[in-house]
């Protein structure tokens, strides 16, 4: 009776400094989560503290028009957010976005003023219409891409913005827009004197979201959808169904949309017909796109900034100091969006990436290439990220 021996598994050595159990990607998971566990302790404790952002914020963190401003920098990150899940995770470049943001500000103004319902009940109700409302475009959307995609979206947020501004069955009050109603709102969120609560609101809708968008860029239908966006052929070869994880995808980002309306309603206490037009998503896309396509804090990074030149440059545009320059310089510097485009074509031409692949350069400058073994080839990217996607699916 013979017996045989397996021979050992060889084993794997440790890099040097490291001890057994431990992992450097497990360190790198969890430092970004502690990150923004202090970014939220940070922004919470803002309204709290007397401190002065000259040129940035219109007075002490503490004061009602500063609060009043952060909170708008929040929802927009947030709104921008959102947007990411379409264009940075799914790679759909909606022009309609807008709708489902109006249909959440509108929907809650009309209700509370047509209606005995209070805040959250109407909140509900219109979220549910909003998802139905995703449904049926995503639905119909969907079924082209590319440039005939946005066409589509663009096509009913333009209806959307028409029904707003005709004033459609004494609903949305035409030009002037609807006005948030008080009487069902808890008085916690009414008045310039509660703006801090308004402020914590905001904060908590911003981190909402972001752990909403999380969840579903590293979840499987968040792989699914970044793989169709680099090859839909392969995703369909390996059994995978892109046109409905489009779709939920699709509804996700637009229910999102549709729960910052409802906060943006609130805060600014009044809807307008703007808020549904084209112009309002591409105001969301170059906040995206100025932040970094494909990255969530470069979303969040590039609507605060956006959203404070906005802000800010309506006052340098109005200010003595433009009045005496010359006509050359004074009429264009005059006009906010003038200087805004301006900065946005140098973002573009001088900062390939937006803020965040600026960061990442910088951070990467020292560093050297990384080791590969022998004879192998070196792989892109982009090439690793999608080989990384179809094998977690297969």
Request: aromatic share 6%; glycine share 10%.
């Amino acid at each position: 009776m013979s017996t045989s021996t397996k021979a050992p598994a060889p084993t794997r050595r440790r890099p040097a400094g490291t001890r057994a159990g431990s992992d450097g990607r497990g360190r790198g998971a969890v430092a970004p989560w502690i990150g923004g566990v202090v970014a939220i302790v940070v922004l919470f404790s803002l309204p709290l503290l007397n401190l002065h952002v000259p040129g940035v914020l219109p007075g002490p963190t503490y004061t009602p028009g500063a609060m009043h401003l952060m909170a708008l920098c929040l929802l927009f990150a947030a709104l921008a957010l959102s947007y990411h899940l379409l264009y940075g995770v799914a790679g759909m470049l909606s022009f309609g976005h807008a709708l489902y943001f109006a249909a959440g500000a509108y929907g809650v103004g009309i209700l509370l003023e047509r209606t005995e319902l209070s805040l959250l009940p109407a909140a509900a109700l219109v979220l549910a219409g909003a998802i139905v409302l995703a449904h049926v475009v995503g639905a119909i959307s969907l079924r082209v891409s590319g440039v005939s995609f946005a066409m589509v979206t663009l096509a009913f947020a333009q209806a959307g913005n028409v029904l707003a501004r005709r004033d459609t069955g004494g609903l949305t009050g035409g030009e002037e827009g609807v006005s948030l109603r008080t009487d069902n709102v808890p008085d916690a969120l009414v008045g310039v004197l509660n703006t801090r609560n308004m402020y914590w609101v905001a904060l908590a809708v911003l981190v909402l979201v972001y752990v909403v968008v999380t969840w579903v860029q590293r979840s499987r239908a968040g792989h699914v959808v970044e793989a169709t966006r680099e090859n839909e052929m392969r995703v369909r070869v390996i059994g995978q169904q892109p046109y409905l994880i489009r779709l939920l995808t699709f509804v996700i980002a637009a229910a999102l949309a549709a729960v910052i309306g409802m906060a943006y309603l609130v805060l600014q206490s009044q809807a307008v017909p703007q808020i549904t037009s084209a112009d309002f998503t591409i105001t969301v896309l170059v906040m995206v796109v100025l932040g970094g396509v494909g990255s969530r804090w470069g979303a969040v990074v590039g609507a605060v900034v956006y959203t404070v030149l906005d802000q800010r440059l309506s006052a340098f545009a109005s200010s003595a100091f433009v009045d005496s320059l010359p006509a050359v310089l004074r009429v264009p510097l005059s006009e906010p969006l003038f200087i805004l485009g301006t900065l946005f074509i140098l973002v573009v031409l001088f900062m390939p990436g937006g803020i965040a692949g600026a960061v990442h350069r910088l951070r990467t400058r020292g560093a050297g290439p990384a080791p590969r073994a022998a004879g192998a080839r070196p792989e892109s990217a982009a090439a690793a990220d999608e080989r990384r996607r179809l094998e977690e699916l297969a």
